[in-house]
């Protein structure tokens, strides 16, 4: 046995296994397994580098793809909305660097059918890549639309469902 892995532990506490924690009510993704998932994407997703936007769409949708299927079996649904949430807000933030003046912002908004005058926002504070005209002329469809994999959309908790599939093959 080895002493610093063996430990006593009840469920509520919950038994960590393989990037999953089993608790009482079902198998959740471990704080660990995200911690390393939100640092590979902050890998891949630098805020000044001079690649295409695609280049890193391709690159990171492989990683969603992988993480989101590896995951699926656990009670997984709102933690992929939530991560989703925070990866195309940094992918904004990264468009907002590259455009780097609120001009390039107001024409996407007139090109997606917007009308008025807009205010003027800081393209490099991170509190802006939330904001309502950045969502409005970068909105979650567009991001699908260009190729990046949408984790909100994989089904989870797909445990019982693989167990019923192999039962019913035997």
């Known amino acids: 046995m080895n002493r ?4 006593l532990t009840d469920l509520e506490k919950g038994i960590s296994y393989l990037g999953f924690v089993i608790t009482n009510y079902g198998v959740v993704v471990a704080h660990k ?13 630098p805020r000044r580098k001079g690649k295409s936007i695609y280049y890193y769409f391709k690159e990171l949708s ?5 993480f989101s ?3 699926r079996i656990a009670l997984s649904k709102g933690l992929f909305a939530k991560l989703m949430s925070w ?12 455009w780097k003046t609120w001009k390039p912002l107001h024409k996407q908004l007139r090109r997606n059918g917007y009308k008025g005058n807009f205010k003027k926002i800081s393209m490099t ?3 802006n890549s939330n ?10 469809k ?6 990046l994999y949408n984790m909100e959309r994989v089904v989870t908790n797909t445990l019982h469902q693989y167990y019923e599939f192999a039962l019913n093959k035997i």
């Open 69 to 71: 299927n590896y995951f």
């Open 33 to 45: 397994s995200i911690k390393k998932f939100k640092e590979k994407v902050r890998k891949l997703t």
């Open 142 to 147: 567009w991001f699908e639309e260009k190729g």
């Open 125 to 127: 504070r991170w509190r």
């Open 4 to 7: 610093t892995k063996t430990y």
């Open 131 to 140: 904001s309502p005209l950045v969502d409005m002329a970068l909105p979650n």
């Open 62 to 66: 492989m990683l969603l793809r992988g």
């Open 87 to 98: 990866i195309r807000r940094r992918l904004r933030m990264m468009i907002m660097r590259a």
